[in-house]
């Protein structure tokens, strides 16, 4: 980017999957494009819980911005956390560092934990939605188990004990993932300590988890999560939660050490401090194009993002990495058209399907024209798909590598406490 | 381990390539024995350099200690930190945890980073001994460089200097790995920077580098290093250091925000508070079976150890992996011995050579009984030795995965603002 260029300048804020669909749209192409992330990589969020369940390493879900866009001499990137928005002057405010000017501005910020006022989730709650989460989860968990080997007493304290609430996605891949991590590697880790005792609590407020799946998925996800040992508690609300317990909504008393906090998102709070209209979760709310309405150059996509009239019904587009990848590349191209004196075009939200994992092959897959898969079949779909989306030619092969390795040997890998939040458990 | 046993108890401080090496003496032994370490990892410190030059993942180079010793009964154990000992009670005393008792106690807690005394050095001074001095100087080097990029009259100031004191294996593998890691990935990915003006100064205070290799490995890494753009300063000593400069000895002030520390080590500081008596360095001194004096029971090794009379000539062995592997199998042996009341056996230690790597091809090699090895045959010697002795199939493969991807593209993989000390850079 040359000084006193010019071409118009494009700000996008965030680099998860909506992020990188608009540079894909705009690389090389005649704009000059800046991206701010408060992380210098890109995080697979899909398999964050893969880190935190000691399946694979950080690194492995986590790729460098500037690789990306490395080839795009358009493209500059900023290492840098967005503060705010100065309209008069039409810049991005940028925490300690300068201001960026922007013609077109794409808030793609993604969301976080939604604790719905709860008490005590914010203080004690594991999120799961950057990798310093996942990282601070996987620690604490292997944590929880070194201090129940210095201490059994602390088993029914609730040390082993890992409550989850949120029957989605995360849920249950979590709640899967962390019930074979015990049965399978902590138990032999941990030869002094009763691992059998361990448990993992599934906690959901619907009647049913992965709601929005057909019955024929739900039934097999609450199967073999139970078949793995996991406790599926429906029908069940929290009401609050303590440092070493969670209260259920009625009146019972959980002991658990490790709550982690899966029930829902809302908009990344950087969607308050705009002044502009915010619909369900806190998301802003965008015309059918996907500009915010009195905000000439500003744009918002993916889980940051409300989209009345996206899906043929008038409903919004759901908080899915295919919607915002596709809410990108329209975004991308609409600036383009704007920058070409032509006239924008409206999002729709082209349905891809669902899917999630329980466990090793266990998975529910819901592909719009192929019949539902369940099991073994998914799980393959499942493992196929999350490759070939992974960005990186070497982040693909060490996932491979790393999956193969624990599908072979049932072992895991990277059961490192380190990094956020890791210190030797204390009495 | 069961309560009340009968059998005598060993514990071992550190899982470090000294305490491993007891532990495998031990294996399946008439002894229980507890290994303690304040992670829960054992670090292939050798590749360490290549963690903080975004070579190799921090996992790669880390294995999870229950994972190494799962299969042995006889062996448990803590994730914490030791503080001292109380002979009286024979027992250790572990950071907010129940104490250990003991039969027999073997120190193998290694070494920290020397400062000499110099001022500035504890405050701004990047380490390189441990897995987090690793992340944090991978950090601290892309921050900077992010920092630039922000504000190019930063590079007058420092912000693309970094100064590495010690000519030593570390110091002269630290300098070639950021002289490739510049030139070859950090100049396509922030091509707004002039990235050549980037400078890796190496500062030894001996008039060569590889003081303990002969003339022509010196020579060797002197041109090779020079090859790739490292200022070699010989001769030259450090006195003091600031936030973003470094003072030498003649005066001269060198801005450099970035100062790599390694010049030398010291023992561990447990030695301190043992009340023994210690040697250079700090290390406690042992007797000929690498027994401690007038404490029975207490054994040292490796890098704490200060082992006189273990080389024919009289002098101690070297602070080298094998030197400590070598000390831990006698150590193991000797504590054996002594439980079947036979007498212990005097240390010998046995020459394996040393090796450093320069760079891509580069190397130096000097093995007993073998002709000095320079340049690619040397490092592919390197590169193969490395690789085997890196614990964990799996590490061993990602390592070899990662080097091979390196190697053919020119790339490096986790150059990720991660864990330890991982911030956006502000003004």
Do not use: C
Request: glycine content about 10%; proline content about 6%.
């Amino acid at each position: 980017m040359q000084d006193g260029s010019q071409r118009p300048k494009v700000v996008v804020v965030g680099a998860g999957f909506g992020g990188l669909s608009v540079l894909r749209g705009l690389a090389d192409q005649p704009v000059d494009v800046t991206v701010v992330d408060r992380n210098n990589f890109h995080t697979f969020l899909p398999l964050l819980y893969q880190v935190a369940t000691s399946g694979l390493n950080a690194a492995d879900v986590a790729h460098p911005i500037r690789a990306i866009v490395q080839r795009h001499r358009n493209i500059d990137v900023r290492h840098g956390t967005v503060e705010g928005v100065d309209w008069d002057r039409h810049e991005v405010q940028v925490a300690g560092q300068a201001p960026l000017p922007f013609d077109h501005l794409v808030l793609a910020a993604g969301s976080t934990a939604n604790d719905f006022g709860i008490p005590g989730v914010a203080e004690h709650g594991y999120p799961l939605y950057t990798l310093d989460d996942a990282a601070r989860l996987r620690n604490r968990v292997l944590e929880r188990f070194e201090a129940a080997a210095l201490d059994q007493s602390l088993i029914d304290d609730g040390a082993l004990t890992f409550a989850i609430v949120g029957g989605g996605p995360t849920g249950v891949e979590t709640a899967g993932a962390l019930a074979e991590l015990f049965d399978k590697v902590l138990r032999d880790d941990f030869h002094t300590l009763p691992v059998q005792r361990a448990r993992v609590v599934l906690i959901e407020m619907a009647d049913s988890l992965l709601t929005p799946f057909g019955t024929r998925s739900r039934d097999h996800a609450i199967d073999a999560l139970r078949r793995r040992g996991v406790e599926v508690r429906l029908s069940t609300r929290v009401s609050s939660v303590g440092v070493d317990h969670v209260v259920l909504d009625g009146g019972e008393r959980l002991p658990a050490h490790t709550l982690v906090w899966a029930a829902g998102v809302q908009a990344n709070p950087l969607a308050r401090v705009l002044g502009v209209a915010q619909g369900p979760g806190g998301r802003i709310v965008v015309d059918r194009d996907l500009s915010v309405p009195d905000r000439p150059g500003l744009w918002a996509i993916g889980d940051l993002a409300h989209t009345p009239g996206a899906v043929e019904d008038g409903g919004a587009a759901p908080q899915l990495a295919p919607a915002a990848m596709q809410a990108g590349e329209l975004v991308a191209a609409n600036v383009l058209r704007m920058v070409a004196g032509e006239p924008t075009q409206p999002f729709r939200y082209r349905d891809k399907g669902t899917m999630a994992t329980i466990g090793r092959r266990s998975a529910v897959a819901e592909i719009p024209g192929v019949p539902i898969l369940v099991g073994s079949i998914a799980w393959a779909a499942w493992l196929v798909l999350h490759l070939v989306m992974l960005i990186g030619f070497r982040n693909r092969l060490s996932v491979l590598v790393n999956w193969a390795w624990n599908y072979l040997t049932w072992d895991r890998g990277p059961r490192l406490i380190f990094g956020p939040g890791a210190d030797p458990p204390h009495h």
